[in-house]
């Protein structure tokens, strides 16, 4: 690795180490290395075995072990080459995503998808670090010691503050973070597989009856939901320390392939692993990896712990680096540490609520994920749309200057995320949290049988979104964008 990509560069970094590149522009000089280098932040942050529990996340749906399969690949292979094409936007802009994203929404506007990339991001890694914690406390009580509130405490205060500290000291940290998690996860996980082979029982799983056409697409969606849509906000974030002459075929691939190769092998032996077991298929959804341990001989028992905590921290550490720069974007002035640590300390509140008073882990889960992602699958829209419209990069200094080119506040695209809210949320059902009861009020006018209809919960409201989003800014941006490019041509004419 050379330059900004090689964990011995600086970028941006203070004498005692803390990044102190925020929201602004990267330097010419601190960016580098090459687009291969994007594999293992990206592989480092999704290889955990959650991975496995996603398994039985998607037979949860009712569906057949082979539509699990296909459905779970092709919603990851997806979702994730979509995080592939917005980290492009990194290389031509060398900013964060959310700051390169004021080129549709406008300099203040896009503080709208600032606050809901925030909040995603936030999410996530209050959930991941609920992960570890709940993992860990399972761990303890299989090995005979308390596994109860101490452990708990213990075990939260520990992760939190490894991800905390790391978010802080920023990219350089991060970077060789994932490295060290990639090989001892990478590791560890076979292990873990290769000891709990024996309990696949192919002949169960290849009895388990097809689910029907609303059941299969609502699997689908909720797989490009829970992995590559719920990275999309961020994929800027890392390949913004790239060259402007890196390969975009290489920086789509890389990034695509790196997420994406361990959530697909590990969510394959999920199914076979939730598919041979109904009473551990049940056991995954109040804890998700801590359930996987039952299958474990006690020797390994401490090993996984250590695999499984890395994992999630490895996923935690990209989010709270990415939510403290969302952070920024939308109005916050704090240094980008400051941002991060502001972030830790809610992270830390969501978790005390999910580890030690949420009923299970599954349903909290599943209702954030599906009421953020309609939003988030609008922006991705918009901003793939935006992406492809333009021929030319950025005009990097404009996207901080309100009375610039990308203009204060742009109300198309605005205007298509509420339109694709209100839709999307017509068209997805939650059951997982009373107050989110309204969503889901377009089923029955449609003719989609109403909140207990077939598409129920086939959560078209994501897709939807998705699609409102790229078409409506692909047909009705294209002029504005032309505009701002023409513009650029104008003022190089001029001097």
Same mark, same amino acid.
């Given at each position: 690795m050379t330059a900004a990509l090689d964990p011995a560069r600086g970028a941006g970094a203070a004498p005692g180490g803390v990044e102190l590149n925020g929201i602004n522009m990267i330097a010419e000089d601190e960016r580098g290395g090459?687009?291969?280098? !994007?594999?293992?932040?990206?592989?480092? @942050?999704?290889?955990?075995?959650?991975?496995?529990?996603?398994?039985?996340?998607?037979?949860?749906?009712?569906?057949?072990?082979?539509?699990?399969?296909?459905?779970g690949v092709i919603g990851i292979l997806i979702s994730f080459a979509l995080c592939g094409i917005v980290s492009l936007a990194g290389k031509r802009g060398s900013a964060p995503t959310m700051v390169l994203s004021r080129a549709a929404f406008g300099v203040r506007g896009n503080r709208l998808p600032s606050v809901i990339s925030w909040l995603l991001t936030v999410g996530w890694e209050t959930a991941l670090t609920s992960l570890a914690v709940l993992a860990t406390s399972t761990v303890f009580t299989a090995l005979g010691f308390n596994g109860a509130t101490t452990t708990k405490v213990v075990a939260l205060v520990v992760v939190a503050a490894l991800i905390i500290a790391t978010g802080v000291v920023g990219f350089n940290l991060i970077m060789r973070m994932q490295l060290l998690i990639t090989a001892i996860t990478g590791v560890l996980t076979v292990v873990y597989i290769v000891l709990v082979l024996d309990t696949v029982q192919i002949a169960t799983v290849a009895a388990m009856p097809a689910g029907s056409?609303?059941?299969?697409?609502? &699997?689908?969606?909720?797989m490009m939901t829970g992995f590559g849509l719920g990275w999309v906000n961020?994929?800027?974030?890392?390949?913004?320390?790239?060259?402007?002459?890196?390969?975009?075929?290489?920086?789509?691939?890389?990034?695509?392939?790196?997420?994406?190769?361990?959530? #697909?092998?590990?969510?394959? =032996?999920?199914?076979? !692993?939730?598919?041979?077991?109904?009473?551990?298929?049940?056991?995954?959804?109040?804890?998700?990896?801590? @359930?996987?341990?039952?299958?474990?001989?006690?020797?390994?028992? #401490?090993?996984?712990?250590?695999?499984?905590? !890395?994992?999630?921290?490895?996923? &935690?550490?990209?989010?709270?680096?990415?939510?403290?720069?969302?952070?920024?974007? &939308?109005?916050?002035?704090?240094?980008?540490y400051v941002a991060a640590a502001i972030d830790g300390v809610l992270m830390i509140i969501g978790s005390v609520y999910i580890v030690f008073f949420a009923?299970? =882990?599954?349903?909290?889960?599943?209702?954030?994920?599906?009421?953020?992602? #309609?939003? #988030?699958?609008?922006?991705?829209?918009?901003?793939? &749309?935006?992406?492809?419209?333009?021929?030319?990069?950025?005009?990097?200094?404009?996207?901080?200057?309100?009375?610039?080119?990308?203009q204060d506040v742009r109300w198309l695209p605005i205007s298509l995320i509420v339109i694709a809210a209100v839709v999307g949320w017509?068209?997805?059902?939650?059951?997982?949290?009373?107050?989110?009861?309204?969503?889901?009020?377009?089923?029955?006018?449609?003719?989609?049988g109403g909140r207990e209809g077939a598409w129920a919960y086939a959560n078209l409201g994501v897709l939807a979104a998705l699609l409102i989003g790229f078409v409506g800014y692909l047909l009705l941006g294209r002029g504005a964008v032309r505009e701002q490019e023409s513009s650029a041509i104008r003022q190089r004419l001029s001097r």
């Open positions: 090459r687009p291969r280098n !994007l594999f293992w932040p990206w592989f480092g @942050a999704n290889v955990s075995v959650f991975g496995i529990s996603y398994g039985s996340f998607v037979l949860g749906f009712g569906i057949s072990a082979l539509q699990a399969v296909v459905v056409m609303p059941q299969v697409i609502g &699997a689908l969606i909720f961020v994929a800027a974030d890392y390949s913004r320390y790239l060259p402007r002459s890196a390969g975009s075929g290489a920086v789509v691939g890389w990034t695509t392939f790196g997420s994406s190769l361990a959530p #697909v092998i590990l969510l394959i =032996f999920g199914i076979l !692993l939730a598919g041979s077991s109904t009473d551990l298929n049940d056991a995954i959804a109040a804890d998700p990896i801590g @359930a996987l341990t039952t299958l474990l001989p006690t020797w390994f028992l #401490v090993p996984f712990a250590l695999v499984a905590v !890395l994992g999630l921290v490895g996923g &935690a550490v990209l989010d709270i680096y990415s939510s403290g720069l969302a952070l920024l974007s &939308a109005g916050i002035r704090v240094p980008r009923d299970d =882990f599954l349903g909290p889960f599943q209702g954030f994920l599906i009421t953020l992602g #309609v939003p #988030v699958a609008a922006w991705c829209g918009i901003f793939i &749309a935006d992406l492809a419209l333009r021929r030319t990069d950025y005009a990097e200094p404009e996207l901080f200057t309100p009375s610039g080119r990308y017509g068209l997805v059902t939650n059951t997982f949290a009373s107050w989110l009861g309204w969503q889901g009020y377009l089923l029955g006018p449609l003719g989609l």
